[in-house]
């Protein structure tokens, strides 16, 4: 069974800094694409970040380029998201998601319940 | 980046009857080489993550009752839900997969 689990969700301030992680289990975690979600208290979904599965390409979304970091470690079967300079409109639950295929250019087939980052002073 | 819009921003059918929702990306998501439109639906229920339903525009996922079904290509693209159940109260989202950024549609809120 593919067991997604976020941790490191925080009350944070404003400018601060967090790292999310995702351990996964029960697929070959070095063989998918692995993906990051959010999403803003009782708003819609919003894509964050990707990285392939093996040569560690990435891609991330214009809100977040430049301030989050995506990395993996497939020894370890976690994926990270090093988050800086956070802001008000970071606040939201973040989603680990499991790519479809190794490619970058995937849809998520399996889901974390979700880590909250709260951005407040 | 490629924006995606969603129709009707919610609805409300009858137990039984037949849900349509319409996902329109602002440029083609369809590869050539492969002839595969980049094209997901999700389901998201209050308090749960997002669960796929499509995806390659028509492909059910494992699992997904046959009552989903997802068509279009290039720029429209509709999920249908051919006889509403009561557990698909939800929000339904689009994603293209195409190019980064991977966008999602705002959603559509499916009732009762």
């Known amino acids: 069974e593919v067991q997604l689990l976020e941790s490191g969700g925080d009350l944070v301030q404003p400018g601060g800094s967090l790292r999310l992680s995702c351990a996964a289990s029960?697929?070959?975690?070095?063989?998918?694409?692995m993906h990051w979600v959010r999403q803003a208290p009782g708003k819609g979904l919003e894509w964050v970040s990707v990285?392939?599965?093996?040569?560690?390409?990435?891609f991330y979304a214009d809100s977040v380029k430049g301030r989050f970091t995506i990395s993996r470690d497939n020894s370890r079967n976690t994926l990270y998201l090093q988050m800086t300079s956070l802001r008000a409109e970071d606040m939201a639950i973040y989603y680990c998601?499991?790519?479809?295929?190794?490619?970058?250019?995937?849809?998520?087939?399996?889901w974390g319940r979700g880590t909250l980052v709260t951005v407040s002073s | 980046d490629i924006v995606m819009t969603q129709s009707p921003d919610s609805l409300a059918v009858s137990l039984g009857e037949r849900a349509t929702i319409n996902c329109k990306s602002s440029?083609?998501?369809?590869?050539?080489?492969?002839?595969?439109?980049?094209l997901a639906w999700y389901q998201q229920k209050p308090g749960q993550p997002p669960k796929v339903l499509i995806y390659?525009?028509?492909a059910r996922e494992s699992g997904v009752p046959d009552r989903f079904s997802g068509s279009g290509s290039g720029t429209d693209f509709t999920l249908t839900i051919s006889s509403l159940q009561a557990e698909d109260v939800a929000v339904y989202y689009c994603?293209?997969?195409?190019?980064?950024?991977?966008?999602f549609g705002p959603g559509t809120k499916v009732d009762i």
């Open positions: 990285i392939s599965n093996s040569d560690g390409s990435t």
């Open positions: 029960g697929f070959t975690f070095s063989s998918y694409a």
């Open positions: 994603q293209q997969y195409y190019s980064s950024p991977f966008t």
């Open positions: 390659w525009a028509s």
């Open positions: 998601a499991k790519g479809g295929d190794g490619s970058r250019y995937s849809f998520s087939d399996y």
């Open positions: 440029q083609s998501v369809l590869y050539s080489s492969n002839n595969k439109n980049y």
